[in-house]
Structures are given as structure tokens and as C-alpha cells.
């Protein structure tokens, strides 16, 4: 059966994700097709537990769901036409009255910088009705930039709850911050998580573009936070147009002393002012350089955001800052280098020699970044196939991810991949599989083939029903 054209989001859909950080969605699957999706979940909780990861295959009907053109196209609008599904996923049961702490999810227990730019998103999916009193997930709108929590009580009046009919499902950038509420029918309830990342950079926009100019959406939920040069340096970013606040703003000393002396305040000011030093030119790339050698990690860290957009003036200062002697110094500017990716393809070579670099955390972040080169693609492909063998589980993890965003250039990282389906880390494994599909040479479809067949896992085999009917 031919699979329905992806339902792009609107204009003003894609504004309400870029400002909020998520959006509440419906898929249309009858009641029959829920009904018996719960009757399989139940039979599987019941008899053998979480299946965890293996949550997809075990439950074979829930692909239906990522095919429906409602969730295929609002992640092909956040993400791009070809998006890859992570092997980490998860089915959340909740019966208790309770309510969960607010939080972040991790990457897998591993520790990277995040994101502003959405290369990342999570979609929680309901497949029962979800009244507020069965413990919907509660979502904080706008706090996806935001590292510290900037609201202390459980409830707060702007929270999003992904409430609604069997169906439902949020569509969250993946750092927003979240929670569990209280069941207070204690009925079951399920939550279904699955992660996507973006393996392409945008060239024009991927979800229904009528108006080119950024506008606030009509629907802005983030009392939180107000960040109107990252939004609209957010939306021209996904439309296809690199660091384009660079340059637009005046270079006046005073004004550029002044943003400076607002990187080390509040979150929501700090982050406001580095984005507006990254307007103001070389005088404003020092000021964000001089941020990002701080001992403060927080000011480190926003500084690199602003440099992140702050256009090719920033790329010379930041290469030089990989040889500082501060592991966060260091970390923050390879991923604004990443940031910049084709701006920024003369540090390829500085930021080959960290691999070699005795701290996880950096190696980890330099092959991150390389994933955003496109050139000298021959070097990149070979410091990604070098990252595959490190000694660290999260540097050969994000290597292979990194992979996957070079095509059939990455053909020369075959066999290392190969390896890889091998390794002792069950991410390394999947995503060296996902990696040749993306590279999709002879030899990659042919390594993956032979590799799914000897893990083929069959859904319907359990303890009770080893080999019949």
C-alpha cells in the first residue's frame, strides 16, 4: 500500500514550535485501531514487562502511527524529509497519583551540548483517551533554550498538557522541559516515546511555506521567556539561511560593552544579549569570545550559542580557543564550530588533532561537529571512521550518527561500520545499522541486509508461544 503524502504544518504551526517548543497533534485511526493497540500493550506489560527499545517491533501496529501523514509531516517539517527514528524509545506507564519532577531527558544517559537550531525532536504519543485526571505528560512551553529551571512549583498556570482523544500526541523539541502529572483516575495510562534527529542541514523550508518574513505566532505560550532575535534567527535557519542576524546591527562600543556585561545575568537576558552581540560584527565576536573563556560554564556555554550564529568573523577566534586549557572552553567552541558547519570547514583539520585529546566530553563533541562539515568531505569521513574505534562508548555512538549525515560520501567507512554492528553498545550497534542505510552503496545495503537477518527477532514468539501456530 502506497503511503499517504506527508500533512505539512502550517506557517503558523512551525511559529507556535519555534517560540513554544511544542505543539499538540491528533492522528485520525479509528477507535478499533487504539482498542487493539492497548489490548496488545496490556498483554505485553502483563506477561513480559517494558519492552523497552524494542518497544516498535514487539507492538508491530505502531508503525502505522509513525506512517501517518500527520506525524510524518510534522517531523519532515521540523526535521526535514529524511529524519531518522532513534533506536532509543520508550512506552511510559503511569497508574499513580502522583505527579513526576520536571525535567530534560538526557541523551541516553550521555552528556552533549544542546541544541538551540532543532536538530532534535520527540514525539509522546497517546493511544487511549487522556483526560487531564489520567496524568497526561505536562509540558513547559518556551524553556527549551533554557538549562536551569526558572519556575519552582509543580503547577504552573502556562503549562501544556498533552490531553485529548486516542490519538494524540505532542510534538516536543527534545530539551524542553517536562513532566509526569498525577493519575487521579488510576486507570492505565500509556505514553509512547520515540526520538528523531534531523541528518541533513535545511536548504529551504520543509513544512508548508507561505510567508517568508518571521512573525510571532498568534498562540505564543512562553510567559517565560522572550527570545525574538533567536526565534526569528530560528525560522530563517530552518528556511535555508545560515547565521543570518550577522552583520544586521551596529557595532557601537558602548552598546557592545553594555550586551557583554549581560552574558553572566539571567538565563533569558544572557541568552537575548548573545544573540544580539552576534550582530554586531567582529566587535561583538570578541565580546562573545572573551564570554566563552569564562570560568563561569554558564557563561561559556551561552557565549557559544551567540557565536553559533555569529557568521564566518567568529570561525578564526573560536579555532584558537580549541587549544585553551578549559575543558568547557574547549567543548563550546567545537559545537559552535559544528554550528557553523560549511562556514567554519578551515578548523576541519584543528578539530581532527582533539581527537586525540584525553577527555571524553571533548572527543565526543569534536565528532558531533564534524557530522556538520561537507567538506573536505575525505577528511571528515576518515576522523568519523577513526571516532568509531575510540575507547568511549558516546564518541563511537555519535560518530556513527554523524555518519549518517554524509550519504554515499561515508562509502570509505563501510568496513569500520561493519565492525561496529558488533559493538558491546547496543546505540553503537543500531545506529552503525541506521548509518549504512543512510549511506546505501552496495555494500552498505548488503552488510545491513546480512546484519538484519542474523538479529531478525520474531514479535509473536514468547515464553507461552515459542514456536506455534
Same mark, same amino acid.
Given at each position: ?25 491528533? *492522528?485520525d485511526f ?13 498483554t ?19 508503525q502505522?502511527v ?7 509531516g ?7 524529509p ?8 520508550? @512506552? ?6 502522583t505527579a513526576?519532577?520536571?525535567?530534560k531527558?538526557?541523551?541516553? @544517559? ?6 538551540h ?12 483517551? *487522556? ?8 509540558i ?24 485529548g ?14 513532566r ?20 541533513e542541514?535545511?536548504?529551504q ?5 507561505q510567508?517568508r ?15 525574538d532575535?533567536?526565534?526569528?534567527e530560528?525560522?530563517?535557519w530552518?528556511?535555508?539561511?545560515l547565521?543570518s ?14 550586551l ?21 560584527g ?12 569564562s570560568?563561569?560554564?554558564?557563561v ?10 555569529a557568521?564566518?568573523e567568529?570561525?578564526?577566534?573560536l ?16 559545537f ?13 583539520p584543528?578539530l581532527?588533532?582533539l ?16 557530522g ?5 568531505v ?10 568509531l ?21 561515508a ?11 558488533d559493538?558491546?553498545n ?5 545506529h ?15 552488510s545491513?541486509?546480512r ?19
Open positions: 500500500m502506497q503511503q499517504k503524502q506527508p500533512l505539512l504544518l502550517t506557517d503558523e504551526q512551525m511559529r507556535e514550535f519555534i517560540t513554544n517548543g511544542c505543539l499538540i497533534l491528533k *492522528t479509528s477507535h478499533a485501531f487504539h482498542d487493539n493497540l492497548l489490548e496488545q500493550l496490556n505485553v506489560y502483563a506477561e513480559e514487562g517494558n519492552p523497552g527499545n524494542n518497544l516498535l517491533p514487539r507492538i508491530r501496529e505502531l502505522k509513525f506512517d501517518h501523514p500527520v506525524v510524518t510534522a517531523l519532515t517539517s521540523v526535521l526535514g529524511n529524519y531518522m527514528m532513534h533506536a532509543h524509545r520508550h @512506552g511510559h506507564f503511569n497508574a499513580l497519583p513526576g519532577g520536571w525535567h531527558d538526557s541523551y541516553w @544517559g550521555y552528556d552533549r551540548v544542546r541544541n537550531h532543532p536538530n532534535w525532536a520527540m514525539i509522546m504519543y497517546f493511544p487511549q483517551d *487522556t483526560p487531564v485526571d489520567l496524568g497526561p505528560t505536562g513547559m512551553p518556551g524553556t527549551q533554550n533554557h538549562q536551569k529551571r526558572a519556575f519552582e512549583a509543580n503547577e504552573h498556570p502556562a503549562e501544556v498538557l498533552a490531553s482523544e486516542a490519538g494524540t500526541f505532542a510534538l516536543i523539541h527534545y530539551d524542553i522541559w517536562h509526569s502529572t498525577p493519575n487521579i483516575l488510576g486507570k492505565p495510562r500509556y505514553m509512547l516515546k520515540f526520538e528523531f534527529m534531523r541528518t542541514l535545511p536548504k523550508p520543509s513544512w508548508n511555506n510567508e518574513e518571521w512573525k510571532k505566532p498568534a498562540n505564543l505560550l512562553a510567559p517565560l521567556a522572550a527570545h532575535l533567536m526565534w526569528e530560528t525560522w530563517n530552518l528556511s535555508g539561511e547565521c542576524l550577522a552583520g544586521t546591527a551596529s557595532s557601537d562600543p558602548q552598546e557592545v560593552q553594555e557583554a556585561g549581560k552574558l553572566s545575568g539571567d538565563e533569558t537576558i544572557a541568552i537575548n544579549a548573545a544573540y544580539d552581540l552576534a550582530r554586531r567582529q566587535a561583538g565576536v570578541n565580546a562573545l569570545l572573551d564570554g566563552l573563556r570560568d563561569d560554564v554558564h561559556s556555554r551561552i557565549s557559544a550559542y551567540g557565536l553559533a550564529v557568521g564566518s567568529a570561525v578564526d577566534g579555532i584558537a580557543a580549541l587549544n585553551n586549557e578549559n575543558v568547557n572552553t574547549v567543548t563550546h567552541a567545537v559552535a564550530l559544528g554550528e557553523l558547519s560549511g562556514l567554519a570547514a578551515k578548523a576541519v584543528a581532527t588533532e581527537l586525540d585529546h584525553p577527555e571524553d566530553k571533548i572527543r565526543s563533541a569534536v565528532v558531533d561537529a564534524l556538520f562539515m561537507n567538506s573536505p575525505e577528511d571528515v569521513v576518515a576522523s568519523l571512521t577513526r571516532g574505534q575510540d575507547q568511549n562508548a558516546q564518541v563511537r555512538f555519535m560518530s556513527s550518527l554523524s555518519l549518517s549525515r554524509m550519504g554515499a560520501s562509502e570509505p567507512a563501510v568496513p569500520q561500520l561493519e565492525i561496529a554492528l559493538d558491546e547496543r546505540y553503537v550497534r543500531a552503525a545499522a541506521e548509518t549504512l542505510h543512510y549511506i546505501g552503496t552496495d555494500r552498505a545495503k548488503n545491513l541486509i546484519f538484519l537477518l542474523n538479529n531478525r527477532w520474531c514479535s509473536t514468539t514468547t515464553k507461552a508461544n515459542a514456536f506455534y501456530p
